[in-house]
């Protein structure tokens, strides 16, 4: 099957399963309607996430880790067998690995363990914790407001392009930040069920929850601590102590999830360990590896990942907030978007999805904005203005959609440059380096082979032989005359990489 007759299938099933999940909407069947809804979102991502191929940034790393993880499941490394020197303090072609925390490694290591080393078990974890996301900001907005809105938001959700990429690998981030954002979204809502309940139980999930978001990108992830003491205090069912004690075994909880595996890397790789907390802390004060904007970077972004119109919610939502200030609820919301806006525009690295797990707030402004809209116009004598705004509010981000996923693209998805690396691993070669291969991490993938972009000088060839390696050349049309003369190097041939 073509990709453009699998785009449009694609595209016209979902598009099926979310007017019916409309149509269930307005007549207040919430489970049905959320239901079409978790599967059209699923069958979105299921479709974007079947590219053939790693991408480039940074999902490449990412799988070579994970894959690296089956075999040893505490020492990651990205080199499994560095057999030429290497800097420790360079995570593109170090050995041991500790750049991203471990949870979403594992996740896909796990994942490739169980059905196999491959593009769809790779992402897999994120294609299911990605739907399953759409159910739990359904939770979260009909807590904090009521049904319709918890739908709505659900819906913004499961369309939007931005997590559809990021779950598909396609853009930077991907996997860590589609992790990030579920266990965020997960302990909100057992903070959620805690405070509805009073069963420490969910105190205990939500703080497992957070030490797992902090496994997944650090620190960021304390934003739940603040959401849950105002969804705590709205409740007027618990005391001071009681409130200090929870607070203790949540926060204990998360930290007996995340700290050991942060003395563990310090003390098995204190080097990395530590160059790695240097260079995270670097994020704020420099703008590192490009990636860069202004103080305002943010604020011209969140149009393009949430539609133009994004600022009419945003700040009706925010100005609400403001007017009436004891609304806990409305505060939380507040503050699980503005705290990481705020620290990530002060930050000098910047990067599209490092606001990512606050998007449900955004989700959750949108869709009560939109069904205020929607009651306002019912008395107003410029009904089209407001018809204008609700259709828009939902087409600028389908649109947007449509333009990440893709779906009437021709790209060839299952590419030559793949193949010929699966089949070179066919061979079996033992102790085999590939030199002269421009993408060597996507190689070690693919293969069981080290691979390095260069060819190093014949001493070190001849020392690698003697060390009873099977030394293979890429010949891109380039091989060095010292390569051609020399014996007992194989030479390959395989299709570059786009």
Same mark, same amino acid.
């Given at each position: 099957?073509?990709?453009?007759?699998?785009?449009?299938?694609?595209?016209?099933?979902?598009?099926?399963?979310?007017?019916?999940?409309?149509?269930?909407?307005?007549?207040?069947?919430?489970?049905?309607?959320?239901?079409?809804?978790?599967?059209?979102?699923?069958?979105?991502?299921?479709?974007?996430?079947?590219?053939?191929?790693?991408?480039?940034?940074?999902?490449?790393?990412?799988?070579?880790?994970?894959?690296?993880?089956?075999?040893? =499941?505490?020492?990651?490394?990205?080199?499994?067998?560095?057999?030429?020197?290497?800097?420790?303090?360079?995570?593109?072609?170090?050995?041991?690995?500790?750049?991203?925390?471990?949870?979403?490694?594992?996740?896909?290591?796990?994942?490739?363990?169980?059905?196999?080393?491959?593009?769809?078990?790779?992402?897999?974890?994120?294609?299911?914790?990605?739907?399953?996301?759409?159910?739990?900001?359904?939770?979260?907005?009909?807590?904090?407001?009521? /049904?319709?809105?918890?739908?709505?938001? #659900?819906?913004?959700?499961?369309?939007?392009?931005?997590?559809?990429?990021?779950?598909?690998?396609?853009?930077?981030?991907?996997?860590?930040?589609?992790?990030?954002?579920?266990?965020?979204?997960?302990?909100?809502?057992?903070? %959620?069920?805690?405070?509805?309940?009073?069963?420490?139980?969910?105190?205990?999930?939500?703080?497992?929850?957070?030490?797992?978001?902090?496994?997944?990108?650090?620190?960021?992830?304390?934003?739940?601590?603040?959401?849950?003491?105002?969804?705590?205090?709205?409740?007027? /069912?618990?005391?001071?102590?009681?409130?200090?004690?929870?607070?203790?075994?949540?926060?204990?909880?998360?930290?007996?999830?995340?700290?050991?595996?942060?003395?563990?890397?310090?003390?098995?790789?204190?080097?990395?360990?530590?160059?790695?907390?240097?260079?995270?802390?670097?994020?704020?004060?420099?703008?590192?590896?490009?990636?860069?904007?202004?103080?305002?970077?943010?604020?011209?972004? %969140?149009?393009?990942?949430?539609?133009?119109?994004?600022?009419?919610?945003?700040?009706?939502?925010?100005?609400?907030?403001?007017?009436?200030?004891?609304?806990?609820?409305?505060?939380?919301?507040?503050?699980?978007?503005?705290?990481?806006?705020?620290?990530?525009?002060?930050?000098?690295?910047?990067?599209?999805?490092?606001?990512?797990?606050?998007?449900?707030?955004?989700? %959750?402004?949108?869709?009560?904005?939109?069904?205020?809209? #929607?009651?306002?116009?019912?008395?107003?004598?410029?009904?089209?203005?407001?018809?204008?705004?609700?259709?828009?509010?939902?087409?600028?981000?389908?649109?947007?959609?449509?333009?990440?996923? /893709?779906?009437?693209?021709?790209?060839?998805?299952?590419?030559?440059?793949?193949?010929?690396?699966?089949?070179?691993?066919?061979?079996?070669?033992?102790?085999?380096?590939?030199?002269?291969?421009?993408?060597?991490?996507? #190689?070690?993938?693919?293969?069981?082979?080290?691979?390095?972009?260069? %060819?190093?000088?014949?001493?070190?060839?001849?020392?690698?032989?003697?060390?009873?390696?099977?030394?293979?050349?890429?010949?891109?049309?380039?091989? =060095?005359?010292?390569?051609?003369?020399?014996?007992?190097?194989?030479?390959?041939?395989?299709?570059?990489?786009?």
């Amino acid at each position: 099957m073509s990709n453009l007759l699998f785009g449009i299938l694609t595209i016209s099933f979902s598009a099926l399963g979310y007017f019916f999940s409309w149509r269930y909407w307005t007549k207040d069947n919430y489970k049905i309607a959320i239901l079409l809804l978790v599967i059209g979102g699923l069958v979105l991502r299921f479709y974007t996430s079947a590219d053939f191929y790693l991408h480039a940034w940074d999902e490449r790393y990412h799988a070579l880790v994970a894959k690296n993880l089956i075999r040893h =499941p505490f020492i990651p490394t990205l080199y499994d067998n560095p057999v030429l020197t290497y800097d420790y303090k360079s995570w593109v072609a170090n050995h041991i690995w500790v750049h991203k925390q471990p949870m979403p490694l594992w996740g896909m290591a796990v994942s490739m363990w169980l059905f196999g080393v491959n593009e769809i078990a790779l992402r897999l974890p994120s294609i299911l914790l990605s739907t399953t996301g759409i159910y739990l900001i359904f939770i979260i907005g009909s807590y904090f407001f009521n /049904k319709k809105t918890g739908y709505l938001a #659900a819906f913004f959700f499961s369309i939007n392009g931005l997590i559809i990429e990021l779950t598909a690998g396609r853009v930077a981030t991907d996997h860590i930040d589609i992790y990030f954002l579920f266990f965020v979204e997960l302990a909100i809502v057992f903070s %959620i069920y805690f405070a509805q309940k009073g069963k420490m139980i969910f105190n205990i999930l939500a703080g497992i929850s957070i030490g797992a978001a902090i496994l997944s990108k650090w620190l960021p992830a304390l934003i739940v601590i603040p959401i849950w003491f105002l969804i705590v205090v709205d409740t007027g /069912k618990f005391r001071p102590k009681e409130i200090l004690t929870q607070f203790i075994i949540l926060t204990g909880t998360s930290i007996l999830v995340f700290l050991p595996w942060q003395i563990y890397i310090y003390q098995a790789f204190p080097l990395e360990a530590r160059w790695e907390a240097s260079f995270n802390l670097k994020h704020i004060t420099e703008a590192l590896e490009g990636q860069t904007g202004s103080f305002y970077y943010f604020v011209n972004q %969140i149009r393009i990942n949430y539609g133009e119109l994004i600022y009419l919610p945003l700040l009706w939502f925010l100005w609400k907030t403001v007017k009436n200030k004891s609304d806990k609820k409305r505060l939380a919301i507040s503050i699980w978007f503005l705290i990481p806006f705020l620290f990530f525009s002060y930050a000098n690295t910047k990067m599209q999805a490092y606001i990512l797990f606050a998007s449900p707030a955004l989700f %959750i402004m949108t869709a009560e904005f939109w069904l205020m809209l #929607a009651a306002y116009r019912k008395n107003h004598k410029l009904k089209w203005a407001f018809n204008l705004i609700l259709i828009l509010l939902i087409a600028l981000p389908i649109r947007y959609a449509i333009e990440r996923i /893709k779906p009437f693209d021709q790209t060839d998805r299952n590419p030559q440059w793949v193949n010929d690396l699966k089949t070179l691993n066919e061979s079996k070669i033992t102790n085999g380096i590939l030199f002269n291969y421009t993408n060597p991490i996507e #190689a070690m993938f693919y293969t069981d082979i080290t691979v390095y972009q260069n %060819i190093p000088e014949n001493n070190i060839l001849n020392d690698l032989q003697r060390k009873g390696y099977t030394i293979l050349i890429n010949d891109n049309g380039n091989i =060095p005359e010292r390569i051609k003369t020399k014996t007992g190097i194989r030479t390959v041939k395989l299709t570059p990489a786009n």
